[in-house]
């Protein structure tokens, strides 16, 4: 991009010095017409040279706030997805099955306590030596829903299928992963960089999708989790939210 400035800004400086010489050295009859092309010239260039340094600076400006709008529901996703996982002991495979999990699941709540209690076995073993053994006890002191815990008085997580800004959905696949011998739920959710920015400049979208950076969103799709890997983080960095 800085080339294409320099090589336009070199243009106008040319142009500018033909339109001195014209001025100075063209017959009278000529100049007018003359003059008035290399000036629109100037101006074409000039709006040229604007629009090469402005575009990419709203182009990432739309960026900046669309990634944001939809890291904010991939974490939701992958929110709602532990959550399943947890109680399940799986992840769901489509956001039907994922809103239906939200609107009736249930967290058990428990607490752990430490009991000593005899050890009738031993004893008789020891020959009525009183033995004792510790015992972890598990009680169930209720349970709440999984839509309370997460999403509080907000039903948007009926809604986070849906890409902002677009009228597409996210990708979301789920799944096991056989690793050391053992079978174990995975999970992604994605969408593409180019639908995310459907409507901006194609060159500026094939240079995002190309993006290695640490400060920036690597690759051609924004995602939560993997279905190649036992992970489920997202692929941005902090500065556009936790993703972890």
Known sequence: MFKIILIAVAVIVVTIGLVW???KFIPSKLKPVLTIALWALIFYLGYLTYMSIFEPIQFNKVKNKRYAAVIEKLIDIRDAQLAHQQVTGKF????????????????????????TVIDEEMTKRYGGVEMTKELRIIDTLGFKAVRDSLFKNSDRYRTMMNVPATDAKFEMKAGLLEQNDMKIPVFEASVKKS?????QNKGLIAQENQVIAVDGVNGDALRVGSMDEVKTNGNWPKTYGDSE
Do not use: C, G, M, W
Request: overall charge negative.
């Open 21 to 23: 010489l014209i001025d």
């Open 92 to 115: 769901a495979p489509n956001f039907e099955d994922l809103v239906k999990f939200i609107d009736t699941a249930q967290y058990t709540i428990t607490q752990r306590r430490d009991s």
């Open 195 to 199: 639908v995310i920015l459907h409507d």
